[in-house]
C-alpha cells in the first residue's frame, strides 16, 4: 500500500516538474520607470527572471498591489538596485514558491509612489490553467552552436507534442539532440526534466515489483 501510494505521487511529480516555466519580467524598459507586463499569472514552482534594461532599479516584494513598502514576509524577495543595460541586462531571479497574488515595487527615488512602478503576479497551484499568461523566456543554450533555420513542416516530426508522449518513450526523446532551432527550447528543458524525474520513476516502480 504504501509503495503503491508512492509510485503515485512520483507520476503525479512528473507532471508537476514538466510543466515548471521561467517567465521574463523587464525593468525599465523603453527608459520608463515600469515592469513589463506589469500583471500575469504563473504558476507555483515557476520562475520569473527581471532583466534590468534601462534606468537604475530594484524589485522588492510588498505585502499589496501600489504599497510602496517592503514586504512584512522573512523571505521576501528583494534585489540590489541594478544599473540598466539593453544589450546585456543584469537579471534576478525569483522563484514562486506560494500560491497567491505576488507584489512588488522599485525603491528607486519616487519610481513607486510617483511613477506607479508596481506589479503583481498572480500565482496559481502547480499544473493549474493560466487565464493571463506572461511572456516566456527564452531558455538558456549554453553550448548551441547555430543551426540552420529549419523548414517549417519538419516541425511535427521532430518536435515532441506533450509531456505524455515524451514520457512513454523517452529514449526516443533522449536520442533526438536535432531540435529545429523554430521549436521552443523551453520545451526541450521541460523534456530533459521529465527524463530525468522518469529515471527516477521507473527505478521505484522496479523496486515496486521485486
Ligand atoms: C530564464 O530566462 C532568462 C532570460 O530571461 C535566462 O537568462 C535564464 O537562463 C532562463 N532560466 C532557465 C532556467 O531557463
Ligand atoms: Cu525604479
Redesign the pocket.
Known amino acids: 500500500m504504501i509503495k503503491h501510494l508512492s509510485v503515485v505521487a512520483l507520476i503525479a511529480s512528473l507532471f508537476t516538474f514538466a510543466n515548471s516555466e ?1 517567465w ?1 519580467v523587464k525593468v525599465g524598459d523603453a527608459g520608463k520607470n515600469a515592469f513589463t507586463p506589469a500583471t500575469f499569472d504563473a504558476n507555483v514552482g515557476d ?1 520569473v ?1 527581471f ?1 534590468f534594461v534601462g534606468g537604475n532599479h530594484d524589485v522588492f516584494q510588498a505585502d499589496a498591489f501600489g504599497k510602496c513598502v517592503k514586504s512584512a514576509l522573512p523571505d521576501a524577495f528583494t534585489t540590489p538596485i541594478n544599473a540598466g543595460n539593453a544589450a546585456a541586462p543584469p ?1 534576478a ?1 525569483w522563484t514562486l514558491a506560494k500560491e497567491g497574488p505576488a507584489y512588488y515595487y522599485c525603491t528607486v527615488a519616487d519610481h513607486c509612489a510617483t511613477d506607479q512602478m508596481y506589479a503583481k503576479i498572480n500565482v496559481l497551484a502547480a499544473g493549474k490553467a493560466l487565464t493571463a499568461p506572461g511572456v516566456k ?4 543554450q549554453p553550448k548551441a552552436p547555430p543551426q540552420p533555420a529549419a523548414p517549417a513542416d519538419d516541425l511535427p516530426n521532430t518536435t515532441p507534442k506533450s509531456t505524455t508522449s515524451s514520457a512513454s518513450s523517452p529514449t526516443a526523446a533522449a536520442s533526438a539532440p536535432a531540435t529545429p532551432k523554430a521549436a521552443s ?2 520545451v526541450r ?1 521541460d523534456n530533459q526534466i521529465s527524463i530525468a524525474v522518469l529515471g527516477g520513476d521507473l527505478l521505484s516502480l522496479t523496486s515496486y515489483f521485486l
Open positions: 521561467n521574463s520562475t527572471t532583466s537579471t531571479v523566456a527564452p531558455a538558456e527550447s523551453a528543458i
